[in-house]
């Protein structure tokens, strides 16, 4: 009898998953494993609200196992120990999982490959649709620094097609362990309107979203109160979803179903990226020089929704309600604390990671990087108007009310500028002064100990 662990990690599904379609097929009895690393939940990277997503992605995860035979084992410790345990005492030959792109992820495949007495399978094209290595310059180099010729090249790699789940999965005699509750990875409540994780919500998300919504999406993915997005890249980013099954689920029969694919290349993109530079997490992957401003009680104006500039504000609260921002606005936010208030694209980032529930960091890391002017963006020096922003992507004002009620009050386009308003109806708002002043040929902060 043969045995083979499938160690899920960011793949947390049983449609189109490599790991377990290649352990079920390739041995007589699987383990299903997940390990609960304190070197994760320690550090303050899983913040609650992917703390609450996760639990519930490995309680569906469980489910949909158990249906077909087996259960999910869980073990709450180092990686490789845990791994090398289950080896010894199960005789495992084989164990299989998903291979990743960042420092830490890197760090841990080199470990089980090194530390294992079995045969360690990484698995490419499982978290990515397009696998990191498999797509490099004509010219030389270890990946593409510019989106556009990627993209191309992107286009022409053939995709494997999505593989089935396992019909039936047989376990070894052991005891599977209990699934983790949220409060057991993060503490802290998460946000109000999350969204709910597990497989079953992604697949039922994805079907809505492939049968006509997508199909909007060229026209409509920039309206702001419209929010027409998928909202699928929480279930991308912990893999309750599968990438390639997305793409071929999405096709390209229309305009919108084209552009949402070449969002999963921008994605597969920065994957690429970071696995050949996994230092760009924490360091600028274009250095240019930049004296970054450091304005504590600034930043926190920013992280709390407090600049005066509504559709900053609005895209912050946005973020603090549901664990998640529109792309428009985070383009929006990340702009105006790089490129308006000068401050460390690094901080932006922090942030982002703890609250986002689709907090990556490679998506997360290197979009900051490239609004910051220090990644891969031929325009370094481009910065994003907030006042031309919000005239354009939010015309009448409606996701500024709906996220901004200070300002709920004000009709149309004048909620932009409160600061504007007649004296009388100013005098009744909660809201701040904005906290940098805009109008002028070069910015001024209204801290006078600062200046620009």
């Known amino acids: 009898m043969t045995v083979a662990v499938a160690l899920f990690t960011r793949d947390l599904r049983v449609h189109d998953n490599p790991v377990l379609h290649a352990a079920a097929t390739g041995a007589d009895r699987v383990i299903p494993l997940f390990v609960l690393d304190p070197a994760i939940t320690g550090t303050g990277f899983a913040g609650p609200n992917r703390a609450d997503f996760l639990a519930l992605s490995l309680a569906d995860l469980d489910d949909a196992l158990r249906a077909r035979g087996a259960a999910l084992v869980v073990r709450r410790g180092d990686p490789r120990q845990e791994l090398a345990e289950l080896v010894a005492e199960h005789d495992v030959t084989d164990v299989h999982l998903a291979a990743d792109v960042s420092g830490h992820a890197q760090r841990r495949q080199d470990a089980l490959v090194d530390g294992l007495d079995a045969r360690v399978h990484l698995h490419d094209a499982s978290i990515t649709a397009v696998a990191p290595g498999a ?13 556009t010729p990627y993209l191309r090249r992107w286009q022409e790699t053939g995709q494997r097609s999505p593989l089935p789940p396992p019909d039936r999965l047989r376990m070894p005699d052991l ?22 994780g597990g497989e ?38 912990f893999g309750t979803l599968s990438p390639t099954e997305v793409v071929h689920r999405v096709g390209t029969r229309t305009q919108g179903a084209q552009e949402f694919v070449r969002q999963v290349a921008w994605r597969d993109f920065h994957h690429q990226v970071l696995a050949a530079n996994p230092r760009t997490s924490i ?4 250095p240019r020089g930049d004296d970054w401003r450091d304005a504590p009680e600034e930043l926190r104006a920013w992280a709390e929704g407090r600049t005066g500039y509504p559709i900053v504000d609005a895209g912050m609260r946005q973020l603090l309600r549901e664990g998640w ?3 428009r606005a985070r383009m929006i936010t990340a702009s105006f604390l790089t490129k308006t208030l000068h401050h460390d694209w690094r901080a932006g980032a922090r942030h982002f990671l703890w609250h986002l529930v689709d907090g ?12 910051a002017g220090t990644g891969t963006d031929t325009r370094p020096n481009r910065v994003l108007n907030p006042q031309r922003q919000a005239e354009r992507y939010d015309p009448r004002g409606d996701y500024v009310r709906r996220y901004v009620p200070e300002l709920r009050g004000i009709d149309g386009p004048a909620v932009h500028a409160p600061w504007k308003l007649p004296d009388d109806q100013r005098r009744g708002l909660s809201y701040p002064e904005p906290i940098v002043d805009l109008d002028f040929g070069r910015r001024r902060f209204l801290d006078a100990r600062t200046s620009d």
């Open 283 to 286: 360091e600028d992957y274009r």
């Open 135 to 147: 797509i490099t310059p004509s010219g030389g180099g270890a990946h593409f620094a510019v989106f």
């Open 200 to 237: 079953r919500n992604g697949r039922s998300l994805l079907s809505e979203w492939a049968d006509g919504l997508v199909d909007d999406y060229s026209s409509g993915h920039d309206d702001l109160a419209g929010d027409r997005t998928s909202r699928l890249s929480p279930h991308l980013h």
């Open 360 to 371: 990556d960091v490679a998506n997360n890391q290197m979009n900051w990087q490239w609004v």
């Open 175 to 196: 005891d599977p362990g209990k699934v983790p509750e949220a409060a057991e990875i993060s503490s802290g409540d998460p946000a109000e309107d999350l969204v709910g």
């Open 325 to 327: 921002m529109h792309n």
